[in-house]
């Protein structure tokens, strides 16, 4: 394995888990994700996802996603009871999972349709170990209209014209308690409405650059300036459609070049402090070349290829992202 690769905090931000029917992390598995692979892949680090789809809007939808939400929060805890293996839930004892050579297990909530209308649970959440929360998914929810709204929902092009009046409480709340505001899946107005609002840098842990594929889940010019005019970050994803335009009935697939295309893209309109790398492994992430977690060299190997130094490489697999969550701990605590 490359040096560098080696000596560097390789953190994902982002990767699905199988729910409820989910294998033993511990051995091979059918995942793109599981222990062996990270081991193999030198990926030290991965923010585990307890993702809740969209759903209907009523009491009985807002309480089912509520306890999804939070049983697959106390299972990924679980993950981490491999040998080997911590969890993690602060950016101090990462670093030091990462100096022990063992593997980290970090979580977060995807989709504010979990907490429905009841604040205490971003408080709940980040007791239970979460790191951030992805405000919307597909669909708009009781937070924020989505970047890609849900017909078959009875979704409008656009509900709360951005952010709700809920969800400006919901930003206000996530500071207060130190949870990172995920602005992925959000649509253009209401991400822009939070990266105002919030006193902390918000952060989208898993998109692409729509200058270079216009995909309603990429970010834009303006939405990357603000970005960094904010301090937050920008993670680029290997989510095939988000990186690369395919003819209709074409084969071909997306690559570690084409992820590649993107970060640059990134780092040169906003600079390489406010930029990083994250899968969607087993929520549709996977390019050729880096098509699981054992592949994970495979990135570093592209960004050297370009250019990119030791201190680069580091900043964008894990360093700018706990930049960030330094800085939304330490308004948390105030």
Same mark, same amino acid.
């Given at each position: ?218 970010? @834009? ?5 603000? !970005?960094?005019?904010? #301090?937050?970050? %920008? /993670?680029?994803? *290997? &989510?095939?459609?988000? =990186? ?35 899968? @969607? ?5 996977? !390019?050729?070349?880096? #098509?699981?977690? %054992? /592949?994970?060299? *495979? &990135?570093?190997?592209? =960004? ?31």
């Amino acid at each position: 394995m490359n040096d560098i690769h080696r000596n560097t905090l390789v953190l994902d931000t982002h990767i699905d888990i199988r729910w409820p029917e989910t294998p033993d992390w511990t051995e091979e598995t059918r995942q793109l994700v599981d222990l062996p692979k990270m081991r193999a892949g030198g990926m030290n680090a991965a923010v585990f996802i307890a993702y809740v789809g969209q759903g209907r809007r009523d009491a009985a939808g807002h309480a089912a996603a509520t306890a999804r939400a939070e049983a697959m929060l106390l299972h990924i805890r679980d993950r981490a009871r491999a040998p080997g293996t911590r969890f993690c839930a602060t950016p101090d004892a990462l670093e030091q999972c990462f100096a022990a050579d063992e593997t980290a297990v970090l979580s977060a909530v995807e989709n504010g349709y979990a907490m429905g209308h009841d604040l205490s649970r971003i408080a709940a959440w980040r007791e239970l170990g979460a790191l951030y929360l992805t405000l919307t998914h597909d669909g708009h929810n009781e937070i924020a209209d989505s970047a890609r709204p849900r017909a078959n929902l009875g979704d409008a092009p656009s509900e709360h014209g951005g952010l709700s009046a809920l969800g400006r409480q919901v930003v206000a709340e996530m500071n207060l308690r130190g949870l990172m505001i995920d602005v992925s899946h959000v649509a253009k107005s209401g991400m822009m409405q939070a990266a105002e609002l919030s006193r902390t840098p918000v952060v989208a842990t898993h998109t692409a650059c729509v200058a270079l594929c216009p995909h309603p889940r990429g970010l @834009d010019g303006e939405q990357l300036d603000m !970005l960094r005019r904010v #301090g937050g970050l %920008a /993670q680029i994803t *290997a &989510v095939g459609a988000f =990186l690369k335009s395919t003819p209709p009935n074409a084969a071909a697939q997306a690559g570690v070049a084409d992820l590649v295309d993107h970060i640059d893209h990134a780092v040169r309109r906003i600079g390489i402090d406010h930029v990083g790398i994250s899968s @969607d492994f087993d929520g549709g992430g996977a !390019l050729h070349g880096w #098509g699981n977690a %054992a /592949q994970s060299e *495979a &990135v570093t190997l592209e =960004l050297l290829k370009r250019g990119y130094g030791a201190r680069e490489v580091g900043l964008l697999w894990s360093g700018n992202f706990l930049r960030v969550w330094r800085q939304v701990l330490r308004f948390g605590s105030l």
